[in-house]
């Protein structure tokens, strides 16, 4: 699908979802001795998701594992909503679009493993992040240059943002 296309879908997105490891992570699971569990979030990504809220568009995040840290890293962006522990993602996403009155059209994901399909197939603009598996590659409409976890996760809110008209302003608010 040629970019002007993309932009245009992107255009009407009331809601970004977006899966936690793989997506706004690298996906490696760090483990400790003591039963730790250690995950890397990209700042720029995170960034990308406070200006894209700031923008009026709502996030979640739907993951099949539970972890304190994404709560807490999550929290500290200001996302609302957060489900963890969800072994059925399809499932959870349409309960929150129909709990805010959307449509699948309002609504974008962004996965990167088959756990996510069920999600991605509820929504207008499905997306993929680079380094994802190839049937999830197959089903978005539109992959990342970016892997997750580094930098993919910006580029969805940029995305987002400029078919909006919002970017250029968020820009411009660093230089005021």
Request: charged content about 25%; some cysteine; glycine content about 10%.
């Amino acid at each position: 699908m040629d970019k002007k296309t993309i932009l245009n879908i992107a255009s009407n997105i009331k809601l970004a979802v977006f899966d936690v490891d793989g997506v706004l992570t690298d996906g490696r699971l760090i483990l400790g001795e003591n039963g730790n569990e250690y995950k890397c979030f990209n700042v720029r990504d995170g960034h990308g998701l406070v200006m894209l809220l700031e923008s009026g568009c709502k996030i979640a995040v739907i993951t099949a594992r539970s972890s304190n840290i994404v709560a807490e890293r999550m929290a500290s962006l200001g996302i609302e909503y957060v489900y963890q522990g969800e072994k059925d993602k399809g499932a959870r996403l349409l309960k929150l679009i129909n709990d805010l009155g959307y449509t699948r059209d309002d609504v974008t994901y962004v996965g990167d493993d088959v756990i996510d399909l069920p999600a991605m197939t509820k929504v207008g603009l499905p997306i993929a992040v680079a380094d994802a598996h190839p049937e999830v590659k197959s089903f978005a409409v539109w992959t990342t240059d970016q892997a997750g976890g580094q930098g993919a996760v910006r580029e969805v809110c940029e995305l987002i943002m400029q078919a909006q008209g919002t970017l250029q302003t968020r820009l411009d608010n660093y230089l005021s």
